[in-house]
């Protein structure tokens, strides 16, 4: 099991830039790919994104497509999240999660992963 801890939330206005952070540790962090969910009040949890174990791959939902843009340092644990030109409509709880093992393709279900960090709230304001 790996353990993740979300950090950079927080208040932004309409246009503004987060950079979201997760650390991962408990198991060889190059090992997984990753991916980020959000889910807003009263919503399921959505996918925002996804990265490959190299990072050499990414794949984005299209409401983001071209906004936020993922990346990993496995020397530092560590996969980003950089949201730029960011919206009201892009307020949520912002999660990252491994890649479950024996998963095919770019899993966009949060049922494909297995581990889950606690939560970064992002609130972007009008």
């Known amino acids: 099991q790996v353990q993740l801890v979300e950090s950079g939330g927080g208040l932004v206005q309409a246009g503004g830039s987060l950079r979201l952070s997760c650390v991962a540790s408990g198991r060889t962090f190059s090992g997984f790919a990753m991916g980020w969910f959000r889910q807003a009040p009263g919503k399921e949890r959505g996918f925002v994104g996804y990265i490959s174990r190299s990072g050499g791959n990414t794949y984005y939902a299209d409401s983001v497509k071209g906004r936020f843009t993922i990346t990993r340092d496995n020397a530092k644990n560590t996969v980003y999240l950089q949201m730029n030109s960011l919206k009201p409509e892009d307020t949520a709880v912002y999660y990252c999660?491994?890649?479950?093992?024996?998963?095919?393709?770019?899993?966009?279900?949060?049922?494909?992963?297995?581990?889950w960090g606690q939560g970064a709230q992002v609130t972007v304001s009008s």
């Open positions: 999660a491994t890649v479950g093992p024996n998963t095919i393709g770019i899993p966009t279900s949060p049922h494909a992963y297995d581990s």
